[in-house]
């Protein structure tokens, strides 16, 4: 691919932004390319035009924003927001004196909501899980209370370490996206749980080890429990609950979590934090999912917003 033309302070102003981000933000390498790509393209179209990344202003990132109208509005999206973190850092080093991107308005899209699990799907699951009393349900039962507690991704439940499960009186320790470390909380549910699984934890040991870093070591390649197999059990228990399958997966419990703390009045910073989201504009779907569903509950409820009957 041919090298494309970058305005003269481009490639040290993009390197410089890039190396913020990975350093004071802990950016995976994949977001960093990503990032990279798309003020690379950016550049290229301010150069055609003869200007900078230092003299652009709104008409050029407006001019820009409207060429990619062909692309999907998610790509027109990112890459704004691209445009908008670049622009944000040049005006806090005192670089620019301006934001050219603070009037722009992104491309609107019609974000698909999470599914959500309800508060009663929740405990339908957990008594279904609690049905046996082996070491398979208590470890199911422990995976769906850490999950519903602490709104863990599923590659952070997997890969958690032993470790991260004690000396820690109601919290969890979890490595997060970018090596970030952040506090997990447990209820007391949830750690009566962990502590009933811990009992028979060295069940699930591979033939031959008396001992594995993993909280949920596994017989696996891997040598603990993997995604692909936590989303069969967890497909099973949906069936022998009579939920649809399809509503349930790791990632569900996780906007079960966020959701109901929402509808609960917990503040979308405190949310933010407790997901271990980045940028909390990822964490605003939460108000719409929970909006909906009070909206549902008060036409279904409040006597003004019932249809009046004709005499």
């Known amino acids: ?12 102003l993009i390197e410089n932004f890039l190396d913020m981000m990975s350093s004071e933000r802990g950016a995976s390498a994949n977001t960093l390319a990503a990032y990279r790509r798309d003020l690379l393209d950016f550049g290229a179209s301010l150069a055609r035009a003869g200007r900078t990344f230092r003299s652009a202003n709104a008409a050029d990132v407006k001019r820009y924003v ?24 040049l005006f806090s080093e005192g670089i620019r004196k301006d934001d050219p991107t603070s009037t722009i308005e992104a491309p609107r899209r019609e974000r698909p909501l999470p599914k959500v699990l309800s508060r009663s799907d929740i405990e339908t699951l957990i008594a279904a899980a609690r049905e046996e009393d082996d070491a398979e349900s208590l470890r199911l039962v422990c995976i769906l209370e850490i999950l519903y507690a602490s709104g863990l991704r599923v590659s952070e439940l997997v890969n958690l370490p032993l470790t991260a499960a004690r000396g820690r009186s109601g919290f969890l320790l979890v490595m997060g996206k970018g090596q970030k470390e952040r506090l997990a909380p447990l209820n007391k549910s949830a750690r009566v749980a962990i502590k009933a699984y811990l ?8 033939k031959g080890v008396k001992e594995s870093k993993y909280l949920f070591p596994s017989r696996s390649t891997e040598g603990y429990l993997t995604r692909r197999r936590l989303h069969q059990m967890l497909k099973a228990l949906a069936l022998k609950a009579n939920i ?21 009045g917990a503040d979308l910073r405190s949310v933010q934090t407790l997901l271990g989201h980045a940028d909390i504009a990822t964490t605003q779907i939460y108000t719409h999912v929970a909006s909906d569903r009070l909206r549902e509950v008060m036409l279904a409820a409040h006597p003004l917003a019932k249809p009046k009957r004709r005499a």
């Open 199 to 206: 009992k028979v934890r060295d069940n699930f040991l591979p």
């Open 66 to 89: 409207a060429s990619l109208s062909g692309m999907a509005v998610a790509t027109q999206a990112r890459r704004l927001s691209a445009l908008r973190q670049l622009f944000t850092f």
């Open 244 to 264: 649809d399958p399809g509503k349930l997966s790791p990632h569900v419990l996780r906007h079960a979590f966020a959701t109901h703390l929402v509808e609960g």
């Open 1 to 12: 691919m041919a090298e494309r033309a970058l305005p003269a302070d481009g490639a040290g």
